[in-house]
T-cell receptor, first 115, second 112 residues
């Protein structure tokens, strides 16, 4: 199994550009989420989804958009990139958050630089 | 608001010694607590989950305790090895939560 796959691994954008970070999982997990990780700030939740068609905001949702049309995919869209969005982005999935087996499986990360 | 604190940003210990990492939380009562390991340039990897009714849990050289009175979890690595060098993250979580919130992590370096 591939687990959680993120693309691209690296991306450089100019301020104002838009782009989509892709995330796919092959574990049939209902729960998927996006985090950003910045030095000294730890992992912060951007958006999450508990199933196809259901999404909700996390701690830092502004400037990002998500949708969940299938169980497997959970893309993260940057609408108009800003330098403050320079970060490493992680996608994670779980069988069921909040349950006894709510461990998260993370992708390898997407490093984004906004100039 | 919920707050999670992990002890000192960096911890250096000598190979063979026991490393002890601390995770303190305030303003909520998690039903369980997870620990993850993160290597540079990689995503976090799940290590252990301990429930509020479990005082201690072990996995090979790892031991985790969960003290709901002190609102603290301790993560121990016995007989530490240089390969244990990584950042360790804790995530205390309530049973009904739909969000997993992480501490900022402790960077452990095991010196040969």
């Amino acid at each position: 199994n591939a687990g959680v796959t993120q693309t691209p691994k690296f991306q450089v954008l100019k301020t104002g550009q838009s782009m989509t970070l892709q995330c796919a999982q092959d574990m049939n997990h209902e729960y998927m989420s996006w985090y950003r990780q910045d030095p000294g700030m730890g992992l912060r939740l951007i958006h999450y989804s508990v199933g196809a068609g259901i999404t909700d905001q996390g701690e830092v949702p502004n400037g990002y958009n998500v949708s969940r049309s299938t169980t497997e995919d959970f893309p993260l869209r940057l609408l108009s990139a800003a330098p403050s969005q320079t970060s490493v982005y992680f996608c994670a999935s779980s069988y069921s958050i909040g349950a006894n087996t709510g461990e998260l499986f993370f992708g390898e990360g997407s490093r984004l630089t906004v100039l | 608001s919920q707050k999670i604190e992990q002890n000192s940003e960096a911890l250096n210990i000598q190979e063979g010694k026991t490393a002890t990492l601390t995770c303190n939380y305030t303003n909520y009562s998690p039903a369980y607590l997870q620990w993850y390991r993160q290597d540079p340039g990689r995503g976090p990897v799940f290590l252990l989950l301990i429930r509020e009714n479990e005082k201690e849990k072990r996995k090979e050289r790892l031991k985790v305790t969960f003290d709901t009175t002190l609102k603290q979890s301790l993560f121990h690595i016995t007989a530490s090895q240089p390969a244990d060098s990584a950042t360790y993250l804790c995530a205390p979580t309530s049973g009904s939560a739909r969000q997993l919130t992480f501490g900022s992590g402790t960077q452990l370096t095991v010196l040969p």
